[in-house]
């Protein structure tokens, strides 16, 4: 059953953290990442949410994908704004967040030919990449950030009330959240309620380039 963050709890990212948070607050390893209010403030990773479409998202929470990309015409996230330690909420477009993992090595690209023929040559394999479009339809990209996922984990279905059409998006508020006492919690949501939205999630035309939203023009 997927449940849907009550849109009296701020903004939406803070209440995506507020469910994470409530799914693995009994996690001895993913309970400490999520930067909610707690007595002592202490260094907290930077989350991201980066939006997947099959079979790619299914490749990295089976461990078959282990290394993720995102290339762009432009300077824009993660490009220059993820780095080792960072976590990464897994969502599938137009659905829900279903896993998150932790960030590893990360090279970050101005696209050349020597770091093209790089890119293709050491991580291929690593990518997942079994078909030559999924390079064609990169080729306009000067810019990739390549990642090494690790401590992958599915988690229940969360819904969050993103409301764009960006393919990564990194927090930026470094407070700690506060929890509400009784989060309100309606696992009766229509599951169709994003794609009713003024600016429709991502649409698979958009995403057909593969396991990345490469396009932030």
Not at 77 to 83: G, L, S, Y
Not at 134 to 142: H, I, L, N, Q, V
Not at 169 to 177: E, G, M, Q
Request: net charge neutral; aromatic share 10%; glycine share 4%.
């Amino acid at each position: 059953m997927i449940n849907q963050v009550s849109e009296s709890m701020g903004n939406w990212f803070d209440r995506l953290l507020v469910e994470v948070h409530g799914v693995l607050e009994h996690d001895p390893y993913w309970k400490s990442f999520i930067p909610l209010h707690c007595e002592e403030e202490k260094h907290t990773p930077t989350i991201h949410l980066a939006i997947f479409v099959e079979p790619y998202l299914s490749y990295i929470l089976e461990g078959s994908k282990t290394v993720e990309s995102r290339f762009t015409q432009r300077r824009t996230p993660p490009f220059d704004k993820v780095n080792q330690g960072d976590i990464i909420l897994l969502k599938l477009s137009g659905g829900p967040v279903i896993g998150i993992c932790e960030v590893g090595d990360v090279w970050h690209y101005h696209l050349d030919a020597e770091s093209w023929r790089e890119i293709k040559n050491d991580y291929s394999n690593d990518l997942k990449v079994q078909d030559p479009e999924f390079w064609r339809d990169r080729k306009y990209a000067s810019f990739a950030t390549l990642m090494r996922i690790r401590k992958v984990k599915s988690i229940p279905p969360i819904r969050c009330a993103k409301r764009d059409r960006r393919g990564w998006v990194t927090y930026n508020n470094r407070k700690r959240i506060k929890i509400p006492s009784n989060p309100i919690r309606d696992s009766q949501t229509n599951d169709n309620q994003e794609s009713n939205l003024k600016y429709p999630i991502e649409s698979a035309q958009q995403m057909k380039i593969g396991d990345e939203n490469a396009w932030n023009p």
